[in-house]
Every structure is written in C-alpha cells, then in structure tokens.
C-alpha cells in the first residue's frame, strides 16, 4: 500500500511537470465614464464609456427628465453629489444629480441678463457664479436645496473665470486686467493688477497659489499684440509672486492664445494655447515646456485616476484625449460623430 501512494505522488509530480506552462488571464479592464455636451441646434448630453468607447446614452439629461436641454452647456462642474450645467446663452443653470441625472434645480439669472460663465464652490452651502457678460459675481445659498441668489458682488468687468482656495474667490477680469480676490467670509473684494485680459483661473494642489492666465493684448481686440502671460498670486496676502511669459522656442509668447488650465495632483500647470499644450510649475512659474501639440480645449485634471483629459478639436471635428501626465503619452481616444462643446469625466 505505502508503495503505492509512493508511485501515484511520484506520478503526479511528473505530470504536472510535463504539462505547458498556463497563461494567467486578467479579466479586469479599468473603464470610466465621461459625459459630452454636444454643440447642436438640439443639445445633449452624451454618456461614454472608456476604453471601449461605448455611448451608453445619447442624451442623461432627456432620458432623466423628459425634455430636453434650453440650451447649449458651455461648462460642466461636479461639487459633492451634485453636477451643474452651465447655459450662458440661456442665462441659467442646471442642478442635476449626478447618479441619476434628475434635475434637483435651475439657478435662473435671465430677470438680469447675467450669463453665467463659471462657477466656484468656497464650502458645502455657496457656491460663487462669475457672470462674464457683466461686472458681477453672483452668491448663490446652495443649503437645504435652496438654489436662490443670496447677494451680488461687485468685482470688475466681465468676470469670465472663477476659482477658490478656501474662503479666498479669485475672479478674473478679462476687460478690467485685475483679479478680485472675494473673501467669502465678509465679502469683501481686494483688486489685483495683472497682466491684458486675464481669462483663466486654478488653484495648486496644496491651495496656497492661484495661477491666472493672460491673453495678452491684441487677442480679444485689433490693439497691438503682446506676450501671453501666467500670474502666480499668493492666496495668504493676495500679492504677485511671479509673472511668465507663455512661450517656448519657437512659440513666441506674443503669438500665443490660451484657451485653458489644469493643475495636476503635483502642481503641474498645463497651459493650452491655440495649436499646443505648454506645462509649468505652478508652484514657482519657472521652466516653461512644450508638452503636447494639439488645439485642445476643455481641460480636466482627473484624480481619482491621475489623469490629463482634454477635448481636441480636430477642424471639423472633436476628440476626447486621455493623457498619462508621467511621460505624457495618450493612453486613449475618443472621436465624436457630432461636435462637442465640453466634457465632464465621471
């Protein structure tokens, strides 16, 4: 008998010895979903899903609430459960969930004609409304599902771009060539000069700095032209740390017009230019690189994934771009069968 169980282990041995080597199979395949306003006579909102690029609806919005959209949706920005679709030519905002898609509330502002251009979160109940049509920043009470404007802010002329760092707004005066700095707690309003038409805004990662894009002059209007620019602001004292050129070699600074930023989870600025991607430090505003060539717009830095995602405009046409920001490399693509004016990834 013991020899027996000796030969079968023997045996067993030899076989699985003998056998091919097996291939270890990975089922798992990281996805995410993305959402696209198109830019139609009849907006939408796509749903897709990456990498496989496949639209799991043509329109949330229509699909959750039985109608359509007013209008086209220039901007989409996600705060806690919630999604806002910004309607500048509407002169609304749509407040939906961000699960289901329902409509919670539209921030209506056509009484005043106030196109809202950008929007900014400073804590769970306020959420600041930059009016680009106008020279004001609209305070909205976003408790308790309220959704009502609760003051208006005066700041400079047309306030395109918004952000926040804690209870310190930054606004930026495209026509003013200031930004107001609209501390949340006492709404007071501090100016600070800037280089010719600043029209975008971010904050670094750590919340100290606030980093302002410039056009620079003749871009917006006939004047002559001058250097795009980056202003670093120290948030703690509202003063200019460092003020760039946008520029790279060849790509004169004069010649260049920004069209974005996007500061990744290490303080890396990505600036986007009207045929290219430049990067920065946005802690320090030093060394300048060209990074990717491509007019790309409507940037988003996603976290949850460490992840650069761009739309591309390919004339005619659009693409969603994901780029690896380690050695910024695009990991995967998306074309669009219709144009698109914003994305929001999921």
């Not at 003051?151 to 606004?171: C, D, E, L, M, T």
């Amino acid at each position: 008998m013991k020899k027996l169980i000796l030969f079968l282990f023997v045996a067993s041995i030899v076989l699985v010895s003998c056998r091919k080597e097996e291939k270890v199979i990975d089922y798992y395949k990281e996805t995410f979903d993305f959402l696209a306003a198109t830019d139609s006579d009849t907006p939408s909102i796509l749903l897709v899903e990456l990498p496989g690029g496949t639209v799991t609806s043509n329109d949330v919005f229509l699909a959750a609430n039985g109608e359509q959209l007013s209008g086209k949706v220039t901007k989409m920005v996600k705060f806690r459960d919630k999604i806002y679709l910004l309607m500048p030519s509407k002169h609304k905002i749509e407040v939906i969930n961000k699960i289901n898609y329902k409509r919670i509330a539209t921030i209506d502002f056509s009484a005043t004609g106030r196109e809202p251009t950008d929007i900014c979160f400073a804590n769970a109940t306020a959420a600041y409304v930059a009016h680009g049509n106008d020279t004001t920043v609209s305070l909205v009470d976003i408790s308790d599902s309220v959704f009502k404007v609760a003051r208006i802010i005066k700041v400079g002329v047309h306030p395109v771009a918004i952000a926040s760092s804690g209870n310190q707004i930054f606004v930026a005066n495209q026509k003013s060539n200031t930004v107001s700095v609209i501390d949340s707690r006492y709404h007071t309003v501090t100016q600070v000069p800037v280089h010719t038409a600043p029209s975008f805004v971010d904050i670094n990662s750590e919340g100290s700095k606030a980093i302002v894009i410039s056009l620079g002059a003749g871009k917006i209007d006939s004047s002559q032209k001058t250097a795009a620019k980056a202003t670093i602001i120290n948030v703690e004292d509202h003063t200019v740390f460092r003020t760039t050129e946008i520029g790279y070699g060849s790509y004169n600074a004069k010649d260049q017009i920004p069209a974005g930023i996007v500061i990744s989870d290490i303080d890396m600025a990505y600036m986007l230019c009207q045929d290219n991607i430049f990067s920065m430090d946005a802690n320090f505003g030093n060394n300048i690189f060209l990074s990717v060539l491509g007019k790309f717009t409507s940037p988003y830095f996603d976290l949850m994934r460490t992840q650069l995602v761009l739309l591309k405009n390919n004339n005619p046409g659009y693409e969603l771009y994901v780029i690896n920001p380690e050695d910024e490399t695009v990991k995967n693509a998306y074309a669009f069968s219709t144009n698109i004016s914003c994305i929001l990834p999921l």
